[in-house]
């Protein structure tokens, strides 16, 4: 019972630590002024329409929102969104249509490296699982993810073009929805923040070691 309370004071204190911790963007200085997200916005709406302006000033918003010094200048910042926002709804549907591909590559292939290293631990076998076991396990193979699609900004391309919708705006929204927009809002909320790798894996430890004490426990 004392493991088991210091395991839960470890979780609680990991918890809090997120909660209070300040996002990525905070701490490093996004400095995206809104003089020049207005200048974006303007231009590409003067390229694609009014009728396009809710979603780029939605979409240019949250980029901004999450963009860091290391991502580059405010300049650099403007030629991206200028260089990637798709205005034309067939160049808009390749874009998701791809998008989608890579992503459930990606995910598809994470979550089966994560069962086939998590088997030992799940499954009764004849072999007792042991310390190397539980080392793999607590592995987390995506949690470099975030920072990774950041970094090389498809990411961004993905917040600039199909920005993310609270519940709110689901509600009032979605019955006018097509299933195609319905996707593209589901897209959207795949970056909503820049979670650290160390972060994500620290996460992945306990919550295996966890599930690894609750497991082995025997009353």
Known sequence: MKHFSLLITAILLIGIQACTQKPTSMQTGSGITEKTILATIDSLTGRYGANQKDLIDKG?????????????????????????????????????????????????????????????????????PGTIDELFGAYNPSAHFTDDFFANKIAFVTILNFPFYSLSEKTELGPKWSLLEWAYARLGDMFTARVPA?????????????????ANYNI
């Open 60 to 128: 240019v918003r949250q980029a901004a929102s999450l963009w860091i010094s290391t991502d580059g200048s405010e300049a650099e910042f403007q030629s991206f969104c200028l260089a990637n926002y798709q205005g034309d709804p067939a160049a808009r549907e390749q874009l998701f249509r791809k998008l989608c591909r890579g992503f459930e590559i990606l995910r598809g292939y994470y979550s089966k490296i994560n069962k086939e290293l998590l088997k030992p631990l799940h499954l009764v076998t004849e072999e007792e």
């Open 198 to 214: 160390d972060v994500q894996q620290n996460a992945t430890s306990k919550l295996t070691a966890s599930e690894n004490y609750i």
